[in-house]
């Protein structure tokens, strides 16, 4: 099992930047993949941004190019570095972490940070 925790989230102004962090309960080394969704009003949850196995990373193509995900292995934490926020990047962001065990993944998320992008 493994706890996240999230910060850095809260309100900018359209073309500004904020760092999310997540601190996960142990070490990346035991995580299959680790990374960050989000969810905004009335919509599904989905993929921002994902790092796996062997540093290979998946993200949305909303968020190429200004959006980047970077970890330290030493502090158990994966970092969310967004720039150029749109108002549309208006979201509760939530850490994600997977965990495989033979045939089976284990799914886990944080409590969420909510990020507010005015125009």
């Known amino acids: 099992q493994v706890h996240l925790v999230e910060s850095g989230g809260g309100l900018v102004q359209a073309g500004g930047s904020l760092r999310l962090s997540c601190v996960a309960s142990?070490?990346?080394?035991?995580?299959?993949?680790i990374g960050w969704y989000r969810q905004a009003p009335g919509k599904q949850r989905e993929l921002v941004v994902v790092i796996g196995s062997g540093g290979i990373i998946n993200s949305s193509d909303s968020v190429k190019g200004r959006f980047t995900i970077s970890r330290d292995d030493a502090k158990n934490t994966v970092y969310l570095q967004m720039n150029s926020l749109k108002p549309e990047d208006t979201a509760v962001y939530y850490c994600n972490a997977k965990i495989v065990r033979g045939f089976t993944e284990d799914e886990y998320w944080g409590q969420g940070t909510q990020v507010t992008v005015s125009s």
């Open positions: 142990r070490t990346m080394f035991s995580i299959n993949a």
